[in-house]
């Protein structure tokens, strides 16, 4: 019954008030936490980031919003959340009246994410956006636009980049550890045997250089600390019956950087690679695997050794304990909605180029 009289709520059933930010009311006192609302509560809300913020020290799981009653009586339950804290999507907007939610994370199809950040930052909410950001480059602006307006702070859930050893191995190319870079390799990709999941939609921005092709992008930028200024790529399926119309199972793409520099990245759905290669003039790193939740490592040349171990879910409740730290403190995001929109810029080009067989510049 509670969750029957959540979903027949609607929005003029809850006093309006004015949209406000917690952490930027004025005679507000600081606090330790932050609370986190969940919206979707797929695969990766349920088994990674609600147990991983049993873990955190600076945020914790305050509410969600779902389309199913039945998970928000299962959630209510598992984690002793309010009522008054469970949403849908009809009713999402009243989440502005709620001070116990400071930041929404968004965690929906790809095709969702403009709507729901948007919505998120017009109710004065800090918002967190899954990977990939967006489907085009003009909805992450647009996102963008929406959180510096409503003064709210947006972060894209690139969990790497929070994670030790992708810092080591940054640090190390940008110390010149292995001098000027001359190529770089990296792949990510695994079996994916759904064949009704949204990746697998590509209205919903399925495909695999959305979902796994930004990991392979987040390599080649990082590696070389820049941006392409052209590429070529190729898509194909060998299982044309589950990605239908174009939709591409694997991504390959060659990337040229303006010091120089060449990438080929690789991402597929239909087979399991997860690999960093960098070759510099005076030495190689590699890291293997290099994107993975757990077992991250690595070497380079002068036997450097890359590997600080830890367990799942520990990348994910890292990455939001962060986040939560540079709000708390109103510092600028690690990873800003400016990072996201970088790579979904060269996503959308990399469709271009596979398309068209011929080389996109990118300006």
Not at 106 to 112: A, D, E, K
Not at 284 to 300: F, I, R
Not at 348 to 362: D, P, T
Request: proline share 4%; aromatic share 8%; with cysteine.
């Amino acid at each position: 019954m509670a969750s029957r009289r959540i979903f027949l709520q609607q929005a003029g059933l809850v006093a309006a008030s004015v949209a406000y930010s917690p952490l930027t009311l004025a005679g507000w006192q600081k606090k330790d936490r932050l609370g986190i609302a969940l919206v979707g509560l797929g695969y990766y809300s349920t088994d990674l980031l609600a147990p991983a913020l049993q873990q955190t020290k600076k945020c914790y799981l305050a509410g969600i919003v779902t389309g199913t009653p039945s998970k928000a009586e299962q959630w209510m339950k598992k984690y002793n959340l309010p009522e008054k804290n469970v949403y849908n999507y009809q009713n999402f907007d009243q989440i502005a009246n709620n001070k116990d939610i400071d930041v929404v994370y968004v965690v929906l199809p790809p095709s969702m994410h403009r709507e729901y950040v948007i919505r998120a930052a017009n109710a004065g909410k800090h918002v967190w956006c899954e990977k990939p950001m967006a489907i085009t480059e003009r909805e992450c602006q647009d996102m963008i636009d929406a959180c510096r307006k409503n003064k709210q702070k947006l972060a894209i859930g690139y969990r790497l980049q929070h994670e030790p050893n992708t810092k080591q191995y940054v640090k190390l190319l940008r110390d010149g550890k292995i001098g000027k870079i001359k190529t770089v390799n990296c792949a990510a990709g695994y079996v994916e045997n759904r064949t009704n999941h949204w990746k697998q939609k590509k209205e919903l921005g399925g495909g695999v250089m959305y979902d796994m092709g930004v990991y392979s992008l987040q390599g080649a930028r990082l590696a070389t600390g820049e941006e392409p200024i052209s590429l070529t790529a190729e898509q194909s399926t060998s299982r044309p019956e589950i990605y239908k119309n174009g939709l591409d199972e694997t991504s390959v793409a060659r990337l040229v950087f303006p010091s120089g520099a060449v990438a080929n990245i690789r991402t597929s759905f239909g087979q399991n690679v997860n690999y960093l290669k960098v070759v510099g003039e005076k030495g190689t790193l590699n890291m293997e695997p290099y994107s993975a939740y757990a077992g991250v490592k690595g070497e380079a040349t002068g036997g450097i050794v890359i590997d600080h171990p830890y367990q799942v879910p520990w990348q994910q409740a890292n990455q939001m304990d962060d986040d939560a730290d540079h709000i708390l403190n109103n510092r600028a995001m690690p990873v800003p909605g400016e990072e996201g929109l970088k790579d979904i810029r060269i996503v959308e080009a990399i469709y271009r180029a596979a398309k068209s067989g011929q080389s996109v510049k990118l300006t």
